[in-house]
């Protein structure tokens, strides 16, 4: 099907612009997964190839990083065949020079709240699109009410939260009202994480990003008011907005809502979805379980010693240099070994609820249910670069399914049109009805 150039992503590879891919922070703790996630992947890329390069502060580290995946994958070209470019986020030329060579930059430099902005600006003032894989609803919107109009001037797609946070959230809202008969009204969802014989931990990154989000969650409620965003109407039964801690007779063990960014980022995509294409908005609550009675107390005496702290600098200092011992070793500054992302795994159950054809949504209690799971691999290190780097290879081949115009998107509002569930059931991310 012809598109005229205009309304198209540019997706190609030119002289001037030589790498598809190139991924920023390589050398990271995530970063390291997402260079081979790409490496593993290249022969998906435009005509069965991908040209991609690594960018960072420290040649040598990224040098580093080229090493370790050509011997994790058995792959020894790819310490001759993948370019490294030095770039460094207090310096915007170096950004700007990356960002002129590639189509898509894979922005892997976080807490994004202190390193996202100066990326996302070299990318659209540079003409490159922009995918990362933050969980901070202040720094996605806020590059949204900064960016958006000049990404859309410049046919630039900047689109956030494309790793766990919160591709299977948002995706699986789109995927359960695709498949439910009828209008879908409201989705609730719980997720699950199970570890292996080993246990596991999240790298302490994250950590610092909840700590610098709760500490500031002022100012996000200033900022969504800059949006002036008209209520999204509320179409069917209301969505009842369950406790602080409750028994879930849906996965049988406490449940509390899900801390995260997934609820922000599916609101985003509704908003998007109802005003681009006049969908009917869906509601959505996100729970996740917490497991039995010892879990829950774990839970609350490092809650409450974290809304302690969290309030002041010195508190905030301790969380930062401590965090096994105020996450009772949820969080770690070495991150998961290879041997617990094994171990690891993830289910997200939707349990959505709607009217069949012929039913009016606005009389009346909704008549029909579904229920839909996710079901994946480590959910830090393993599915977020699989979501990632699908993410970017769906832009890379379907540029004719995205938005028709550039700007900042989630996750949902980018890919509703595109196959990016099926390229995750490919890769491990499992998508089905029950």
């Known amino acids: 099907m012809e598109v005229s150039a205009g309304t198209m992503a540019r ?92 189509v898509i930059v894979l922005n892997c430099v976080g807490p994004y709240r202190f390193f996202g902005e100066p990326v996302v600006k070299a990318c659209v003032e540079n003409g490159a699109h922009h995918i990362d894989i933050s969980g901070e609803p202040q ?69 610092q990003s909840a700590i610098y989000g709760f500490a500031d969650s002022q100012n996000l409620q200033s900022l969504r008011r800059k949006f002036n965003h008209k209520p999204l109407p509320t179409v069917g039964s209301k969505l009842r907005r369950r406790g602080a801690l409750f028994y879930s007779n849906e996965i049988q063990e406490y449940a509390l809502p899900f801390m995260g960014s997934d609820p922000s980022v599916v609101k985003r995509t509704q908003r998007f979805l109802a005003e681009e294409y006049q969908a009917t ?51 770690s500054k070495a991150g998961p070994t290879r041997k617990q992302m094994e171990g690891s795994s993830f289910r997200f159950s939707f349990y959505g609820e709607g009217y069949t054809d012929g039913q009016d949504p606005a009389q009346g209690k909704p008549n029909a249910k579904i229920r839909t799971l996710i079901q994946g691999p480590e959910a830090g290190y393993v599915a977020t670069p699989i979501a990632m780097v699908q993410a970017a290879l769906t832009m890379l081949n379907e540029p004719a399914a995205l938005p028709k115009k550039g700007g900042v998107y989630s996750p949902g509002a980018a890919f509703a049109k595109t196959t990016l569930i099926d390229r995750l059931n490919k890769h491990g991310i499992m998508f089905s009805v029950i």
């Open 281 to 331: 908005p869906v509601q959505y609550g996100a729970y996740a379980g917490v497991g039995g009675i010892g879990n829950i107390i774990r839970l609350m005496f490092a809650g409450m010693m974290f809304w302690l702290l969290v309030k002041f600098g010195w508190g905030r200092n301790l969380l930062i240099k401590y965090p096994e011992f105020f996450s009772f070793g949820m969080f």
């Open 11 to 102: 997706v190609e590879t030119t002289s001037n612009r030589p790498y598809h891919l190139v991924i920023f922070g390589a050398s990271g703790f995530t970063g390291q997964f997402v260079v081979e996630e790409v490496a593993r992947t290249a022969s998906e890329g435009p005509k069965g190839s991908l040209k991609w390069a690594v960018a960072g502060r420290s040649k040598q580290k990224l040098e580093k990083v080229l090493e370790q995946a050509a011997e994790v994958l058995g792959k020894p070209e790819l310490r001759t065949e993948v370019d490294v470019i030095v770039a460094d986020v207090g310096e915007p030329d170096s950004l700007a020079a990356m960002c002129k060579q590639a």
């Open 139 to 207: 720094f996605l919107e806020g590059m949204q009410l900064n960016y958006s109009s000049q990404a859309a001037e410049k046919g630039v797609f900047v689109i956030g939260s494309c790793g766990f946070d919160s591709i299977p959230a948002d995706m699986g809202v789109i995927y359960t009202r695709d498949q439910f008969k009828g209008t879908l009204t409201a989705v609730e969802s719980f997720l699950t994480v199970s570890m292996g014989p080993e246990g596991g931990c999240i790298h302490d990154g994250t950590w």
